[in-house]
């Protein structure tokens, strides 16, 4: 059993940047692949970035490419997301996500059923 604490989000002004950060309880962290979703009002929870057990591959939706990285620090159970240069579009809630994905491909990757636990979500919010 993993739980997953998301914390980071926040009000910010288009162009901006914030740091989420997803906690990991356990000690079998590096086991599982680790992912960002994000769900919109009205919308229906999206992929965002997924990062591979060592941290060596990454997948990121066309959206955010070149604006958002994700990193993994395995000795603190972390995952973290970067968001830079913030549109109002990329307003949701963003849930980190664990899973022992043992498919590949970004296919596989963006794909919610792939995981297991999920965080509670934490807000952003981006003013035009």
């Known amino acids: 059993q993993v739980q997953l604490v998301d914390s980071g989000g926040g009000l910010v002004q288009a162009g901006g940047s914030l740091r989420l950060s997803c906690a990991a309880s356990g000690r079998t962290f590096s086991v599982y692949v680790m992912a960002w979703f994000r769900q919109a009002p009205g919308k229906e929870r999206e992929f965002v970035v997924a990062i591979d057990r060592r941290g060596g591959s990454t997948y990121y939706t066309d959206s955010v490419k070149g604006r958002f990285t994700i990193s993994r620090d395995n000795a603190k159970n972390t995952v973290y997301l970067q968001m830079n240069s913030l549109k109002p579009e990329d307003t949701a809630v963003y849930y980190c996500?664990?899973?022992?994905?043992?498919?590949?491909?970004?296919?596989?990757?963006?794909?919610?059923?792939?995981?297991?636990?999920w965080g509670q979500g934490t807000q952003v919010t981006v003013s035009s």
């Open positions: 996500a664990a899973g022992r994905v043992y498919c590949s491909g970004y296919g596989c990757y963006a794909s919610p059923e792939k995981y297991d636990y």
